[in-house]
Antibody, heavy 122, light 109 residues
Framework: QVRLQESGPGLVKASETLSLTCSVSGASIRYYFWSWIRQPAGKGLEWIGRIHTSGRTTYSPSLKTRVTMSVDTSKNQFSLNLSAVTAADTAVYYC????????????????WGQGTLVTVYS | SYVLTQPPSVSVAPGKTARITCGGNNIGSKSVHWYQQRPGQAPVLVIYYDSDRPSGIPERFSGSDSGNTATLTISRVEAGDEADYYCQVWDSSSDHPGVFGGGTKLTVL
């Protein structure tokens, strides 16, 4: 059974960089895409971007100037960096496996990590 | 980017059938996936590829997708089905391919 676990600081100062890691257990991280998704309190889900273990990335246009994702296959982990954070970046951040079919035309997310709350303070 | 529209809330009595819609331009040409999110928990995939159920998801959950509307149907609704439900598509032609609907709060009366 594949399990994902997010880790990182729960508090980040405004203008600094949010850094989170997702640890994967129960399966190799290789050969899959892995996504980050966030959810502000009381609001819906927002896809941030994804990374393949080849290093290929796709980021949301609204965040791409501030987002960097990386993968460490030796540790079975992948990471998210979001720079120049503001209060609008306060949210629960989820990592999820990104399953692909139909030559990349179809993608869905399963499973998800439990999520980690990141609060931006000033 | 592609937009998915869901009703904010749906209410249903126990034992009845709940239908949650997800509207999008020609959504019938895309594959739609559905997630259940109980309060304080992470989302869980309940339907993928329009109508397939992951292992462990009850047969009471079903999905359909045609024209401009996709629908998640929950039969014989139970109190434990009360949750937020999100639809999702992958718009591969867009620079923002990962798209979620705004979510629907299912209330079991």
């Amino acid at each position: 059974q594949v399990r994902l676990q997010e880790s990182g600081p729960g508090l980040v100062k405004a203008s600094e960089t949010l850094s989170l890691t997702c640890s994967v257990s129960g399966a190799s991280i290789r050969y899959y895409f892995w996504s980050w998704i966030r959810q502000p309190a009381g609001k819906g889900l927002e896809w941030i971007g994804r990374i393949h273990t080849s290093g290929r990335t796709t980021y949301s246009p609204s965040l791409k100037t501030r987002v960097t994702m990386s993968v460490d296959t030796s540790k079975n982990q992948f990471s998210l960096n979001l720079s120049a954070v503001t209060a609008a970046d306060t949210a629960v951040y989820y990592c999820a496996r990104d399953l692909e079919a139909a030559a990349g035309e179809v993608n869905w997310f399963d499973p998800w990590g439990q999520g980690t709350l990141v609060t931006v303070y000033s | 980017s592609y937009v998915l529209t869901q009703p904010p809330s749906v209410s249903v009595a126990p034992g009845k059938t709940a239908r949650i819609t997800c509207g999008g331009n020609n959504i019938g040409s895309k594959s739609v996936h559905w997630y259940q999110q109980r309060p304080g928990q992470a989302p869980v995939l309940v339907i993928y590829y329009d109508s397939d159920r992951p292992s462990g998801i009850p047969e009471r959950f079903s999905g359909s997708d045609s024209g401009n509307t996709a629908t998640l149907t929950i039969s014989r609704v139970e109190a434990g089905d009360e949750a937020d439900y999100y639809c999702q598509v992958w718009d591969s032609s867009s620079d923002h391919p990962g798209v979620f609907g705004g979510g629907t709060k299912l209330t079991v009366l």
